[in-house]
T-cell receptor, first 107, second 117 residues
Framework: GIQVEQSPPDLILQEGANSTLRCNFS?????LQWFHQNPWGQLINLFY?????KQNGRLSATTVATERYSLLYISSSQTTDSGVYFC?????????WGAGTKLIIKP | DTGVSQDPRHKITKRGQNVTFRCDPI?????LYWYRQTLGQGPEFLTY????????KSRLLSDRFSAERPKGSFSTLEIQRTEQGDSAMYLC???????????????FGPGTRLTVT
């Protein structure tokens, strides 16, 4: 089955810093989503991005499907950005998830 | 805009008891998914429905687990004879299949956190 690897596993930054999170996957996919899981466990959709580039405020994402990776950029980090960021990929119905990147933003 | 809702949000039960969780998807969504997430891990797929039909079940879904979506709207997930290993967050998601599209953005509910003592 498809393997999903996220890096780094942990990231600690000062408020205001920029960060890049990476997601590698082992096979071609039709679905790729980035999520932010808040401390209460809610998964918040950030991007649906099987290919191309999207931006939403301080966040942007790029997926290079032919090279099987996706990047999530967070600029000017705020403490509310803390949490776990997941990349999930799929071909038809199920999403296959990476282990996540735990991001801590210090004030 | 009503998102995916789940009930209850938390459930504590004793080993051997049966529990049932409910999920209400986004109203126009025809696909509904169940996932399970244990501490420190990403979610794992359990099963999904297209309208009322259960089309796929993971090997994780043992005989003690059963899911229904009787009228193609809300869904229930029942766990019989709970075990301590069932302790996890149970997540429900929904999506809209559009004929001709090959992939579907999934939207998640807040989850039901199950603790088996």
């Amino acid at each position: 089955g498809i393997q999903v690897e996220q890096s780094p596993p942990d990231l600690i930054l000062q408020e205001g810093a920029n960060s890049t999170l990476r997601c590698n996957f082992s096979d071609s996919v039709n679905n790729l989503q980035w999520f932010h899981q808040n401390p209460w466990g809610q998964l918040i959709n950030l991007f649906y991005i099987p290919s191309g580039t999207k931006q939403n405020g301080r966040l942007s994402a790029t997926t290079v499907a032919t090279e099987r990776y996706s990047l999530l950029y967070i600029s000017s980090s705020q403490t509310t950005d803390s949490g776990v960021y997941f990349c999930a990929v799929g071909s038809n119905y199920q999403l296959i998830w990476g282990a996540g990147t735990k991001l801590i933003i210090k004030p | 805009d009503t998102g995916v809702s789940q009930d209850p949000r938390h459930k504590i039960t004793k080993r051997g008891q049966n529990v049932t969780f409910r999920c209400d998807p986004i109203s126009e969504h025809n696909r509904l998914y169940w996932y399970r997430q244990t501490l420190g891990q990403g979610p794992e797929f359990l099963t999904y429905f297209q309208n009322e039909a259960q089309l796929e079940k993971s090997r994780l879904l043992s005989d003690r687990f059963s899911a229904e979506r009787p009228k193609g709207s809300f869904s229930t997930l029942e766990i019989q004879r709970t075990e301590q290993g069932d302790s996890a967050m149970y997540l429900c998601a929904s999506s809209l299949e559009v004929r001709g599209r090959r992939a579907y953005e999934q939207y998640f509910g807040p989850g039901t956190r199950l603790t088996v003592t």
